[in-house]
């Protein structure tokens, strides 16, 4: 069996990435991608990149991780910048130089033989960190894909595009049951590219606070999505001694 864990967007939430991990076990599966921002807006940054690197799996560099290691002041708002100059405080020299070496998008291959890429932003243009919100912005993103399937994260909300040579739209059907079950999954047509959001580990903003992730199983082609629920009030906990603003914590219990 050749199942891939798809983590994204931990954010420095150590309770989020211990459920997740813990459920990516039950799970089964045999390896493990990370898409970035292990860091950032919340308290556990040191310990979650540690448990990251630790893992030795495949990361992609996201724009916090970039941000912590190069600041440009520019492209965060007040409480993003403020919660990533506390995080640059708690990173050592070892840690800021991992994060500056990781790529912005790889191919992942399986030990199947499968292979699929992995970014955090899109690939037309990974180091702009453009969001990917629907359909029209995903399009360009194919232009540059020349995988069957692309994962990616960066918007911290889940969704399925789909390409069929001409045209790129989004797939609420397969979309549909993550919500309504916290659990979707999919065989992805051979004929077509997928452009995937897997959600966020540590800082969902659709609406469900629960962690979000995903897992290909290349054996049979499946693409699943999954929620794991987690102590977010401890998370919220940590957040406000570390003395972090207290509208980070308050984001988690809604999931916004």
């Known amino acids: 069996m050749a199942r891939t864990a798809i983590i994204s967007d931990i954010h420095a939430n150590y309770h989020a990435l211990s459920a997740v991990i813990e459920d990516v076990r039950a799970m089964h599966c045999t390896d493990l991608v990370c898409l970035g921002d ?4 919340n308290a556990y940054p040191f310990e979650c990149l540690s448990y990251v690197r630790e893992l030795k799996c495949p990361v992609v560099k996201g724009n916090h991780d970039e941000e912590v290691v190069t600041p440009s002041n520019t492209r965060m708002n007040s409480i993003a910048q403020l919660a990533m100059d506390w995080t640059r405080s708690r990173l ?5 130089q991992w994060l500056s070496r990781l790529q912005y998008q790889c191919i992942v291959r399986s030990d199947a033989g499968a292979s699929f890429s992995v970014v955090h932003s899109s690939l037309d243009h990974p180091k702009a960190w453009n969001y990917i919100i629907n359909a029209s912005d995903a399009s360009n993103n194919f232009l540059r894909q020349f995988s069957h399937i692309c994962f990616h994260g960066h918007t911290h909300a889940p969704k399925i595009f789909v390409w069929d040579g001409k045209h790129a739209v989004e797939d609420r059907a397969n ?7 916290g659990f979707t999954e999919f065989q992805p047509l051979p004929d077509l590219k997928y452009f995937i959001n897997v959600g966020s580990v540590g800082q969902p903003r659709d609406n469900d606070p629960r962690a979000c992730y995903g897992i290909y199983d290349t054996d049979i082609n499946l693409v699943i999505i999954k929620r794991v629920e ?14 972090l603003p207290e509208c980070l914590a308050k984001r988690l219990g809604k999931g916004i």
Not at 92 to 96: F, G, I, M, Q, V
Not at 175 to 181: Q, R, T
Not at 230 to 243: F, R, T
């Open 38 to 41: 292990v860091v950032g807006y």
């Open 92 to 96: 050592d020299e070892s840690c800021l």
């Open 175 to 181: 979309i549909y049951p993550l919500y309504s079950e």
């Open 230 to 243: 987690y102590d977010v009030q401890a998370a919220q906990d940590a957040i406000c001694n570390a003395g």
